[in-house]
Structure formats: structure tokens, C-alpha cells
């Protein structure tokens, strides 16, 4: 299971934190992973980890822009949101899947968050 917090409006220009935290068989050893969508569009890859962090994969769209990190102690990704802009407006979604690859298919994740909604405007 993963339970995602953060999200919210901010202006052009701002930054916010996703937060999702796993638990059960989404368990410390996934590779973790973030994604978005605007409505009647696929599913966005932006980025993701592996369970130790130290394999890290962005999308091309976020690249310098968003941050992915994870606390392996409380089970928890984090999505950094830097200098947000308009088009960044969608729902965002946490993912989970066994095993680490740098897939930006969103099929290949088994796990999903609930998703929460990120909208930048003046």
C-alpha cells in the first residue's frame, strides 16, 4: 500500500514536497517511483530509485528541475517540486515495483499511490 501527502496550489515559480509512504508489500526494497497525469493523458514518468538509492532515473520534462529522494527508515519517497510551472499542473502519483529498472512505462509498476493533485497558477 502507498499513502501519499503534500500537493496542493502554489504560484509559478514555487517549489512543493509529495510525499508517499509504503507499507506492506510494498516494503523497503522497491524501487520507488513517481509519476503524473493531466486528465484523458497517459500516465508521465518523472522519476524514480531503487532501494538504496543510489540508482536514480529522471524524466526528460523534470530533469534539474525535480528531486527524488527516499528515507528507507520510515518507508517514505519524496518529490521534490522546484520552480513549478503551469504546465506542471496534473495529478501526481507514487508507484512501487519489486524490482529496479529504468523503465518510464508505467505499466511495468505494480503498486499505486492514490494520487494527489499539484496546481500552479497566479
Do not use: M
Not at 513517481?34 to 524524466?59: C, P, T, V
Not at 521534490?80 to 508507484?95: I, M
Request: aromatic share 14%; proline share 2%; glycine share 10%.
Amino acid at each position: 500500500q502507498l499513502v501519499q501527502s503534500g500537493g496542493g496550489l502554489v504560484q509559478p515559480g514555487g517549489s512543493l514536497t509529495l510525499s508517499c509512504t509504503a507499507s506492506g508489500r510494498a516494503s523497503r526494497s522497491y524501487a520507488l517511483a513517481w509519476f503524473r497525469q493531466e486528465s484523458d493523458e497517459e500516465r508521465q514518468f518523472l522519476a524514480s530509485i531503487n532501494w538504496s538509492g543510489e540508482r536514480i532515473h529522471y524524466g526528460d520534462s523534470v530533469k534539474g528541475r525535480f528531486v527524488i529522494s527516499r528515507e528507507n527508515t520510515n518507508n517514505t519517497v519524496y518529490l521534490q517540486l522546484n520552480n513549478l510551472k503551469p504546465e506542471d499542473t496534473a495529478t501526481y502519483y507514487c508507484a512501487a515495483d519489486r524490482f529496479y529498472s529504468e523503465t518510464t512505462y508505467f505499466k511495468d509498476f505494480t503498486f499505486w499511490g492514490q494520487g494527489t493533485q499539484v496546481t500552479v497558477s497566479s
